[in-house]
């Protein structure tokens, strides 16, 4: 008998973990981390540093996962038959380390509910799962710069870089957050009337931040963004685009 | 000198709060609880739980937060006069026990960054401000229900319960995420190819869930909404709708 605990482990501060992950991590018989191959060691780094300061009586077995074919042009086919692979490459796992069955524990960045595919990877292999919520790059990002998600009793909306690329501003919008992107999206926006907050690296110690209309910020963010990534090699980051109240947009009623 | 720490202190379970929450509040010189009247007297329980599993050095002083006028037709303008008062009521607290100044923490209920007036009202006291990220509702939700916030690669729309009662279902929503409801929203939309996951008192003891096909599991929510609300004096809650793929309409480009 196999259960599952996906453990949300914030988004690069090791202090994000909460006393419940913790708690977690030492509960359980088996805690696999996947390796993405050299761009992003620093990820694995950060989940042996967690483990460090968190000694646990379990098995640490670190693994290679596959790669996505990103060559085939079906985008979301392509992620279906990848999850299929990181699920077989979990069994995997577990059935060479656990052959008696127990507890896993996956240590997760951020939190395993946005925009990260292992509740459907688990979904796949039919053992019980538990999910341990974790900061998510998106409250990291609000608290780097101090500002609430929402304006006053006003919606949100949280998308992709190629949602807004290619789809723009989402009508009716006053505040955006944009994951997922890998090509500064924000530059096919009219920038008139809008603010950005950036973050990248958000709760390391290579965290960047910037902020202020688009117009100014949006060019020095691409430039940063650019020379941070040739850097470090990877790069993780996202941002938050509001509207000014004055411009006109402002989101429908009660805004 | 003043600076405040806002500190996230998740949705209700003691052990939501992070490795970083337990440190501001154990450099704390002053420790801010708001009572919020009877009703939330819960609240400042799971405060008063936290301070005790994790003993801080600085002064730990309770008071009476000032009421909202809820006759007051001017919604965001009663809202911000509130605000105002809170304000004044936080800077009485700090200079009642704090006339040297030192480090203020506010513990907040949540994200400090997600429907939560502590950032709007620290700027009306021009102290400089930090924030620590907390779990918010949503992830509580989805994590007591282990699934993703997003469908892949899909948008997220997060509103009030009054936008979704005013608005209708947002336009090419996939997922939408119901805070601050306190008459059951959901019954406005027409249910057919929406499912719904309802939680009440996340990540507490009395932690409630539902879910299922909105046509069904509405009018059972409804019911348990009511009678919680009646057993405990209180209630606090929220949930996602999300549109079956199959019902048409899939949020544009990329769904």
Redesign the interface.
Known sequence: MISLSLV?I?TG????????A??ALQEADLLLIPLKGEDKADLAELRRTILAQHPVQGRVVEFELPLRDSTDSD??GA?ERWHDAIAVAWRVQVERHLPQGGRVALLVWG??????SS??ISARLGWP????????A???L???H?????S??A??????G??LR??GW???AVTVVVM?DGACAFRHLTPEGLQIWWGAFLGMDEQILDHGPLAEAGPRIEQARAAARAAHGWIMDCYLLRRDPASGDDG???A
Chains 1, 2 share one sequence.
């Open positions: 949300g914030g501060n090791p202090a994000h973990l909460t006393l419940q913790v708690q985008y979301v992620v939190d395993p509910s946005l925009y990260d509740l459907r799962v538990s999910v341990v919520p974790g900061i998510t998106i409250q990291a609000c608290a780097a101090a500002i609430p998600l929402n006053l009793a919606p949100v909306q949280i998308t992709t190629r949602r290619e789809g989402p009508q009716g997922l429908g009623p009660g």
